[in-house]
């Protein structure tokens, strides 16, 4: 792991980051604490990841991250984009991450003002950059993990791409949080913001988890080489081992392809938007949208107003019969009446019923 400058490491590091180093700015340490502490579980520890980055830039420049200008962070945007050469997306959570520790020293008096108010951030491309995988690339990694000799590879496949979780989600189940629910089998889940949801088992993946739990009552569903819980990087690898068997060829395959895959193909397949966004679990179906890959596909039938009607035109009821404007019903309708006054419930002309009235000189 890459040593940390002194002085630099959060006071709220999480587990695996090592023991964190005290801070020699007393100001500085209280600021790291109180942003950090308004997360928890994953969040915190991504946003402690990406203020490390700061920190870190900070640290080699001899910059005091509470004395930073505007024009300091500026440079930094452009670090991390020319040198680093991160992806828009990653670029701008980064800056946000900035943007909110500057934010909470303002709301905590330890400056005045924020200097990451006017820095400009990447614009983020509306479509996803991850590609899923087409239906037979996703067959093929099914296939690939059933017949894996590692037990838990068709269970990671089938949990990533049939019900959707997140990685985290995924590696953080455990044997105990296997249960049933009005007599179907669920998945006790364990997502964003530490909210826990019961997933529906479909069958399959209720053997593929049985397969990988192999008998255990206790421990995590999901294991490594070491039979210890498997992590992200575990699981990373092992998808990239089942790629390479089933000819799966791409660029750069990690976890989140496979419920990218899962969204899109509930989307190919014409699932409502709204249902879409409930199985994957969106706060926002903006989110869900940024996966619907077909949205501009020109066939993909969807209802326009630019073409013409193709329903039958209304009968003229002006040239209906005797007998069926007899048949309608008594409807309120405008008649101009030569010894009409003005009424509150009919204005200058009043209103009458259709029926019952005769034609003036009659």
Not at 291 to 296: L, M, V
Request: aromatic share 6%; charged share 25%; hydrophobic share 35%.
């Amino acid at each position: 792991m890459r040593a940390q400058p002194e002085g630099m490491t959060s006071l709220l590091a999480p587990t695996g980051f090592g023991e964190p180093v005290p801070s020699t700015d007393p100001r500085l340490s209280l600021a790291i604490a109180a942003y950090l502490a308004r997360f928890k579980g994953q969040s915190r520890l991504h946003t402690d990841s990406d203020l490390r980055v700061f920190l870190d830039w900070c640290a080699v420049r001899d910059l005091d991250p509470l004395a930073a200008a505007r024009r300091d962070l500026e440079l930094y945007v452009r670090w991390l984009q020319e040198t680093r050469r991160y992806k828009p997306s990653t670029v701008s959570r980064r800056t946000s991450v900035i943007a909110g520790f500057y934010r909470t020293c303002v709301i905590d008096g330890a400056l005045e003002h924020s200097p990451a108010e006017y820095v400009r951030r990447p614009t983020v491309p509306p479509e996803s950059p991850t590609l899923g995988l087409t239906h037979l690339q996703f067959e093929a990694m099914l296939t690939a993990g059933r017949e894996s000799a590692n037990r838990n590879d068709f269970a990671l496949v089938a949990m990533l791409g049939l019900l959707g979780l997140r990685i985290f989600e995924a590696t953080g189940t455990d044997v105990t949080d296997l249960g049933e629910e009005h007599g179907h089998r669920v998945l006790r889940v364990v997502g964003k913001g530490t909210r826990v949801v019961l997933v529906p088992l479909a069958p399959a993946v209720g053997r593929a988890i049985d397969r990988a739990v192999d008998g255990r009552a206790t421990g995590p569903i999901l294991l490594n080489t070491r039979d210890a819980r498997m992590d992200r990087h575990a699981a990373t690898r092992r998808l990239r081992h089942l790629a390479s068997t089933a000819g799966v060829r791409l660029p750069r395959m990690h976890p989140h392809m496979l419920r990218h895959t899962f969204v899109t193909t509930m989307l190919d397949a014409g699932v409502d938007l709204r249902d879409v966004q409930i199985a994957a679990r969106h706060a926002d179906p903006r989110t869900t949208m940024l996966y619907d890959r077909a949205r501009k596909n020109l066939d993909r039938p969807t209802p326009t107003t630019s073409s013409p009607p193709t329903w039958p035109p209304a009968p003229n009821r002006r040239c209906a019969p005797a007998d069926e404007r007899d048949r309608r019903p008594p409807q309120m309708c405008v008649i101009r009446r030569p010894d009409a006054a003005f009424t509150p419930q009919g204005g200058l002309f009043g209103r009458v019923p259709r029926q019952g009235w005769e034609k003036p000189g009659s």
